[in-house]
């Protein structure tokens, strides 16, 4: 029983911060003028997308890039993001990105926004001592 309760709790665990990726697409995109996001089912499938690209590409790409992450003092990743947004707007019709510069600022504000967005969940897995939130 205990299993199935750990199991459902990771699933709604994932599609709350695949809802929140979402609206985060939304407000970036609304205050960047180089990327547009056609709707909002559109945004869903980007956020779903670069979860999966996050997950699986991003690190292969951080382990072949190491020294050049570390003369650059971790600042190669932000080309790394920058880089994986592209690809998510070549992979998804509907979003699309005007260029390099617009996908690095785009993955930044994107980052603020996420982590704003996030914050009252944080606040509130600290409150019943929950740690595992990510």
Same mark, same amino acid.
């Given at each position: 029983?205990? +299993?199935?309760?750990?199991?459902? +709790?990771?699933?709604?665990? @994932?599609? =709350?911060? =695949?809802? =929140?990726?979402?609206?985060?697409?939304?407000?970036?995109?609304?205050?960047?003028?180089?990327?547009?996001?056609?709707?909002?089912?559109?945004?869903?499938?980007?956020?779903?997308?670069?979860?999966?690209?996050?997950? !699986?590409?991003? /690190?292969?790409?951080?382990?072949?890039?190491? /020294?050049?992450?570390?003369?650059?003092?971790?600042? @190669?990743?932000?080309?790394?993001?920058?880089?994986?947004?592209?690809?998510?707007?070549?992979?998804?019709?509907?979003?699309?990105?005007?260029?390099?510069?617009?996908? !690095?600022?785009?993955?930044?504000?994107?980052? !603020?926004?996420?982590?704003?967005?996030?914050? /009252?969940?944080?606040?509130?897995?600290?409150?019943?001592?929950?740690?595992? +939130?990510?």
């Amino acid at each position: 029983m205990e +299993y199935k309760n750990t199991n459902r +709790y990771q699933i709604m665990s @994932f599609l =709350v911060k =695949v809802l =929140v990726s979402t609206f985060a697409v939304v407000i970036t995109s609304y205050l960047l003028g180089g990327v547009t996001v056609e709707d909002f089912i559109t945004a869903i499938v980007v956020a779903f997308v670069l979860a999966v690209l996050n997950a !699986l590409l991003k /690190p292969i790409l951080v382990v072949l890039t190491i /020294p050049v992450t570390v003369m650059s003092f971790g600042l @190669f990743l932000l080309v790394i993001n920058a880089f994986i947004i592209q690809l998510t707007s070549v992979i998804v019709r509907g979003f699309h990105v005007e260029n390099f510069w617009w996908a !690095l600022l785009f993955g930044v504000i994107l980052s !603020l926004v996420t982590w704003f967005l996030e914050l /009252p969940a944080r606040s509130q897995d600290r409150r019943r001592g929950n740690r595992d +939130y990510h």
